[in-house]
């Protein structure tokens, strides 16, 4: 009874199971089956929800060491009977004065974001990187930050029209970037910046010399007048004779400020103190006396002595003369009275 009972199971089993486990394999004369080919990856478009996230995901990164000691209860309490709110102030600082969708070129991302970005041929002749030098963030300009403003704008109207699909924006941050603006000769800012040909052609405007707005940087762009301004093109432009000499004082000027940059700032005070101070010391040292320097020679008050000589001669002549004189008188006087004597 068990035994029969164990048969109908598996057969149950067998009759609800279906699989091929051949296949009727390869038979002369058929062609080799070939390889699905992979699409190509789609151009570079515009994805306002993406940038949005990561916007989002910035923003709510995790304070730091320095934050969280400042925002601490005793420390806090401190500086609010003071009348400092320290919470209002480190949630201030960390919040980006710019536009996060917009994204930030630094000397780590370029060569990935720009130079070696996949382009089709097309796509290529027709890019065109549009990018602003921004001080904002490390000075109080108020002339930045209207040109930042005004990018800005223009920059959320380029999204909202879609008229520019071969256009991309970006920002640079003049303070935290160095290899960029050195071997591009950028030493101030705001500037704007029209890249093309994987940053081989330059065009820069400076943007604190006439009143930036948003519909002008949109007529730039869209009446393509960013043509009339000629490409920087001198000795040390790219593709110039001496563009390795930017290239190398760019890349030494990068890494001395990494390394500065990791140094707390009230360290970097006490040594530029103390380096001042050995060399104005050393400036103002007192000059060594030579022992075998021979002493010159005091001036002699010859003449002094000329004239007093002078002055003895002429007195002692004077009194020569008038004792002559006394003597020529008196020896008449002299020789009566022996006269009269004799007599």
């Known amino acids: ?83 400092v709110n320290v919470s209002d102030a480190v949630a201030r600082g960390g919040l980006s004065p710019w536009d996060e969708r917009i994204p930030l070129i630094t000397d780590e991302n370029y060569v990935e974001m720009i130079v070696n970005e996949t382009l089709t041929a ?43 699909p071969h256009v991309r924006w ?24 029209i890249l093309r040909d994987r940053g081989q052609t330059l065009r820069f405007y400076k943007a604190d010399r006439v009143r930036v707005s948003a519909d002008l940087i949109r007529e730039l762009l869209t009446e393509e007048l960013w043509r009339e301004t000629p490409v920087w093109n001198s000795n040390f432009a790219p593709g110039g004779k001496r563009e390795f000499m930017l290239e190398y004082y760019a890349l030494a000027m990068m890494h001395v400020f990494n390394v500065l940059n990791r140094i707390p700032r009230f360290l970097l005070m006490i040594a530029s103190g103390g380096v001042a101070s050995i060399v104005m010391r050393f400036l103002h040292k007192p000059q060594p006396q030579d022992a075998n320097k021979k002493k010159q ?21 004077t009194t020569a003369v008038a004792s002559s004189t006394a003597t020529a008188t008196s020896s008449p006087k002299k020789s009566k009275q022996r006269k009269a004597g004799k007599k």
């Open 1 to 83: 009874m068990k035994l029969s009972g164990i048969l109908f199971s598996s057969l149950l089993c067998a009759a609800s199971a279906h699989a091929q486990y051949f296949s009727a394999g390869w038979t002369p004369g058929q062609k080799a089956p070939a390889a699905e080919e992979a699409p190509p990856e789609p151009a570079y478009t515009f994805d306002p929800a993406a940038h949005a996230a990561q916007a989002t995901e910035t923003a709510g990164k995790q304070p730091g060491f320095v934050d969280r000691l400042l925002t601490s209860g005793p420390i806090a309490s401190l500086f609010g009977k003071l009348g």
């Open 122 to 164: 097309q796509e290529e002749r027709e890019r065109i990187w549009f990018l602003i030098v921004s001080v904002t963030g490390s000075q109080n300009s108020e002339i930045s930050k209207i040109v930042d403003k005004s990018f800005d704008d223009a920059y959320n109207q380029t999204v909202i029209a879609g008229d520019l």
């Open 170 to 193: 970006g920002r640079i941050d003049y303070m935290t970037v160095t290899y960029l603006t050195t071997k591009w000769s950028i030493w101030t800012g705001p500037y704007l910046v």
């Open 297 to 317: 020679p005091q001036p002699t008050a010859t003449p002094k002595k000329d004239a007093q000589s002078d002055a003895k001669t002429t007195v002692s002549g």
